[in-house]
């Protein structure tokens, strides 16, 4: 707890608590409890209130959110005095909102100990819901050593843990064992490595404690193997006090050890269970309508409606009709400016379909959307595409995973998010890219793809280190694309939708494998195809051939350094030019000491030629936001920019740079024309002096807000989309001073979340 403890927001403290110094004073009255739990701030019920299904909460794993405690122990230094006789003190675990009678969210392990005996004793009991007691199959109860708890005038320590133990051949958590146990120092004060084992008790299914539990769709003496948001210290008395002075509630590892791990992190990668909310795509037809159209659809439904099928109990957005927040406008395709299909979309706040931006000919009704069974969306979505099949790395032929990739990242998920911007009204923000990746090596089946097949893929792809593995409480969105040509088909269904989704609480192994051959990492983690071929003993990363590692000896230890520091502000802070005085030539090779005042390194490509196959882009730049950029007031005098070539483009027309204004005015042209010939067939992403450069020293203009800085190429001849020129861009996690733009078919199109790599010298 902090020094504040009152305030914490993650305890519950009653009325009946007061505090001072360093004890919190409990005066009882009638029953009085505190709890403890992760998520306990702002808690009002369980998944499913009292109507919480045992059998999907079992399977699910928790009963409020994923990330709540389930395998704890649970503490407390106590003194009591006056308490009511057979009243008692309990600790119980795991437990949800104790409402009205026969609420089955009421489920809880409890540690009950009997303070007012003589020699107080402990026992455990089973809430199998509220209100319904049971004592363990086999009398648990054991006396404690020494005199009666209450009234012996000093504190002593009382703890509870519990945790899950998984069954030989049984599927965790829902055939777990849940073990019990009872710990107590009767001096703490004096003796802090006093804690002992008092008592202990493993719950197992058919153990016959409880005989109810079908109440509430369970076993009648259900294990309870889940999570829940509060942890409870309670008393039944009404009078007398109990004084806590320390109270800890940890997360324990209970099969782990103390022992130090050898070196190199010896045992290996261990399980962890993660929920995935996935959605397949099948791959017929193959055609850019059906894939955009469908992903799009499977997205919204997805983050709207995790749970579809009511798995874990959770089910969120649909209709009285059972159709999910897409379905009423399956088949009612438009297309945005760049070419991007969509389908549209229910928005209850509009009683039609929509798409927004665009309008959509409303040809169908729909019952209202709700909330059916109380669950969770996602809100923050976060989309991962995984490609299946070495075809999908490897095509040439539409579609292509490169211009599939990029429809939905740079359209969908950038240039057309306000596609999603109806959701809000679900509780669902806009998702966000992820990133991309290829599972080439994981085996195809013949005929049609099942989704238990699919599910393999995705667990093979997480565990051969393709995908970082997800958060507890993950908020992704995991697309699998099949193989083209393939159709699928949903667990326990001979039908062969377009898409569908759900999701699923396998165990992932945590490993990093190296990369498939002619594959590499990107900077995110995930594997994609190389672009170059590197020599033995070097591999590829950010587009270049670096050294492989080769292990060397132990880091030399830290040295000590002496001596008298100190700190002072950067001499920039005093110059009128960061390299003013510097002489010689430096600064991006244009002399006269030019100081860096913008720069951005690529990790995407950005195709440039003015043909449909790259949405007829002809210019990249970047345009100044606001007066906090370091090229604010500032005169460019030279200009570095990664270029590339794709085939064989022609030497004319060549590559211009310029300065325009906010309304593209032209402001400056540099002299420099790049003959696309010359260019590279890759481009050294850290290295600027290696790119191509702009002259721009005859420049005299001042940024201001909104002028723009880029590169321009207008080629569009027949073979222009498979001959063409490439530039780069580097992703950011929020907008910055500076946004990149591009001229598309005329329009000009903003991408906050993205830097045009290029390095400004003043």
Same mark, same amino acid.
């Given at each position: ?47 499913g ?33 006056g308490?009511e006789?057979?009243? &008692?003190?309990?600790? +119980? ?36 819901w ?10 648990s109860t ?8 209450d ?9 509870f ?5 998984p ?19 009767? +001096?703490?004060?004096?003796e ?7 008592n ?17 769709n369970?076993?009648k003496?259900q294990?309870?193997?889940w ?12 009078? &007398? ?7 800890t ?29 996935y959605?397949?795509? +099948? ?51 438009v ?18 379909c ?11 009704? +729909? ?13 923050? &979505?976060?989309?991962?595409?995984i ?25 969908m ?17 806009t ?24 599910r ?32 699928i088909?949903?667990l ?17 192994t ?6 498939p051959?002619?594959?590499? $990492? ?27 590692d080769?292990?060397?000896g132990?880091?030399?230890p ?10 002072? $502000?950067?001499?920039?802070t005093?110059?009128?030019?960061a390299?003013?005085?510097t ?31 790259w949405?007829f ?27 590339k ?16 204004d ?21 481009f ?7 790119w ?8 005299t ?14 080629a ?18 929020n ?23 290029a390095?400004?010298?003043?």
């Open positions: 707890m902090s020094d504040n403890p009152k305030n914490d927001s993650n305890v519950d403290w009653p009325s009946e608590v007061s505090f001072s110094g360093n004890i919190a004073t409990m005066h009882p009255n009638g029953p009085t409890d505190f709890g403890i739990g992760r998520n306990i701030a702002g808690f009002s019920d369980s998944i209130g009292c109507k919480m299904d045992f059998a999907a909460t079992a399977k699910r794993g928790y009963a409020y959110k994923a990330n709540d405690v389930r395998d704890l122990e649970f503490k407390c230094l106590a003194k009591f005095s308490l006789s057979e009243a &008692g003190f309990s600790i +119980s675990a795991c437990t949800g909102h104790h409402s009205s009678s026969g609420c089955c969210q009421g489920f809880a392990y409890m540690c009950t100990t009997e303070v007012t005996h003589s020699p107080s004793d402990t026992r455990f009991r089973k809430e199998i509220h209100v319904n007691y049971n004592e363990t199959p086999k009398n054991v006396n404690l050593p020494g005199p009666k708890i009234g012996n005038g000093k504190f002593v320590g009382l703890g843990c519990r945790y899950n133990s069954t030989t051949g049984g599927t965790s958590p829902q055939d777990d064992d849940v073990v019990l146990e009872m710990w107590y120092n009767p +001096s703490p004060e004096t802090p490595d006093g804690w002992f084992m008092a202990k008790y493993v719950d197992k299914k058919g153990g016959k404690w409880a005989s109810a539990g079908d109440k509430c369970g076993d003496d294990v309870g193997v999570s829940n948001a509060q942890n409870r210290m309670k008393t039944n008395s009404t009078k &007398g006090s109990i004084q806590f002075k320390s109270v509630f940890r997360e324990i590892d209970p099969f782990g050890t103390f022992e130090e791990p050898p070196p190199g992190g010896g045992g290996g990668p261990q399980p962890v269970q993660r929920s995935i909310y959605a397949m795509v +099948s791959g017929t037809p193959s055609t850019y309508l059906h894939l955009t159209s469908v992903t799009g659809h499977e997205i919204i439904e997805t983050i709207t409606d995790p749970d579809p099928l009511n798995t874990f109990g959770g089910q969120a957005w649909g209709n009285a009709q059972g159709k999910e927040v897409a379905d009423p406008c399956e088949q009612k395709f297309a945005y400016a760049d070419g991007l299909d969509v389908e549209a979309y229910w928005s209850n706040s509009d009683a039609r929509v798409a927004p931006g665009l309008t959509v000919t409303n040809t169908v009704t +729909s019952t209202p959307m709700t909330n059916r069974k109380g669950g969770e969306v996602l809100a923050n &979505g976060k989309v991962y595409l490609y299946w099949g070495l075809d999908w790395s490897t095509r040439v032929s539409t579609p292509t995973a490169a211009a599939l990739t990029d429809k939905i990242q740079n359209d998920l950038g240039t057309d998010a306000t596609y999603f911007s109806k959701l809000s009204q679900y509780g669902c923000s998702p966000t890219w992820g990133g991309a990746v290829f599972n080439t090596t994981f085996p195809i089946p013949s005929g049609n793809i099942s989704e238990t097949k699919g393999e893929c995705i667990v093979d792809t997480f565990n051969k280190g393709l995908l970082p593995i997800p958060t507890v409480t993950n908020d992704d969105v995991y697309v699998l694309y099949v193989p083209v040509g393939k159709d088909t949903p326990g269904a001979t039908s062969t939708p377009g898409g569908f989704h759900d999701t699923w609480n396998p165990f992932l945590p490993t990093t494998v190296p990369c051959t002619g594959f590499h $990492r990107d900077t995110s983690g995930a594997c994609i195809p190389d672009t170059i071929t590197c020599p033995a003993g070097q591999h590829e990363e950010n587009g270049v051939c670096v050294d492989n080769v292990p060397g132990d880091p030399l830290p040295q000590k350094v002496k001596g008298i520091f100190v700190l002072k $502000r950067d001499i920039n005093y110059r009128t030019d390299c003013e005085g002489g010689g030539s430096g600064g991006g090779g244009g002399g006269g000491g030019r100081g860096v005042i913008y720069d951005a390194f690529p990790d995407h490509d950005i195709q440039l030629s003015d043909t449909s196959a949405s882009r002809t210019r990249v730049l970047e345009q100044l936001n606001k007066t906090g950029s370091a090229y604010y007031n500032k005169i460019l005098k030279q200009l570095s920019v990664p270029l070539k794709v085939g064989s483009p022609a030497a004319s027309p060549t590559i211009t740079a310029v300065i325009w906010k309304n593209n005015n032209v402001i400056y042209t540099s002299p420099t024309a790049i003959d696309p010939t010359t260019l590279p067939t890759s050294n992403p850290s290295d600027p002096t290696a191509v450069q702009f002259d721009f020293s005859a420049n203009h001042i940024f201001v807000l909104g002028d723009r800085v880029g590169v321009r190429y207008f569009d001849s027949s073979t222009s989309d498979v001959n063409y020129v490439v530039a780069g861009y580097e992703v950011v996690t907008e910055l001073n500076a946004t990149m733009w591009r001229n598309e078919n005329g329009v000009m199109k903003e991408d906050k979340l993205r830097d045009w790599a390095v400004f010298y003043d």
